[in-house]
């Protein structure tokens, strides 16, 4: 079987003297020593860890770390930064929105995936408070939508869908729409059990301690 001397191959393909230069915030690779390629058993084989090019990219903010995977800064570089845009894009939330006093807001709130009343949010607050926590600055209201909605006729259709072709125009509807009023008033009746509540990231409540007066 034909085989090769890697050794010597490799002198061959490289002059005698070969530098290479560390690109501007790199390290070398403690793997391959910079070369992009290590011994493997009596062959050669790519330096996974820098990809082959034998040397490691360092974090943009200057610490010394390695990046972490895709981004420019190691992990701790990256969560504060990550952290510090979210800090920015809400703060452009908030003086978007439009504020309200915690007495003028007439309306429930999102905690935790929760809907809470003001009275709710109150006792939540205050156990906060009791804990030493802070007392939020604000907190954004919510906007409701009626999960039911339901069109009879809609529903006698769906239905005929399995049954044979026109099914619909032979169908007596007399007394449809009082079925639909029927319906529409039972809908009514279930007030906010019907509803779905979604944060308003347009309206603002602001919180502080007078929120507390007359408990």
């Known amino acids: 079987m034909d085989k090769i001397n890697v050794r010597d191959k490799l002198l061959e393909t490289f002059p005698e003297t070969t530098d290479k230069r560390l690109h501007e915030n790199n390290?070398?690779?403690p793997d391959c020593k910079g070369l992009g390629f290590k011994p493997k058993d009596?062959?050669?084989s790519i330096c996974y860890t820098c990809k082959g090019s034998g040397q490691i990219e360092l974090c943009i903010n200057g610490c010394g770390k390695d990046r972490y995977r895709h981004h420019t800064r190691c992990e701790k570089c990256q969560d504060k930064y990550d952290?510090?845009?979210l800090l920015v894009k809400e703060k452009q939330r908030f003086n978007k929105a439009t504020k309200v006093s915690f007495a003028e807001y007439d309306g429930k709130f999102l905690i935790n995936e929760r809907v809470v009343d003001k009275e709710e949010?109150?006792?939540i607050l205050e156990e906060k408070m009791?804990?030493?926590s802070p007392l939020p600055e604000y907190i954004y209201g919510t906007t409701s939508r009626p999960v039911m909605n339901i069109d009879f006729r809609d529903v006698v259709s769906r239905e005929c869908e399995e049954g044979?072709?026109?099914m619909t125009d032979y169908l007596d509807f007399t007394g449809v729409d009082e079925i639909q009023l029927l319906i529409d008033n039972w809908i009514g009746l279930q007030g906010d059990h019907n509803c779905c509540y979604d944060e308003d990231v347009h309206t603002a409540v602001i919180l502080d301690m007078n929120i507390f007066n007359g408990r």
């Open 27 to 29: 390290k070398w690779c």
């Open 164 to 166: 044979y072709e026109d």
């Open 130 to 132: 009791s804990d030493m």
């Open 83 to 85: 952290n510090e845009m």
């Open 42 to 44: 009596d062959d050669i």
């Open 121 to 123: 949010l109150l006792e």
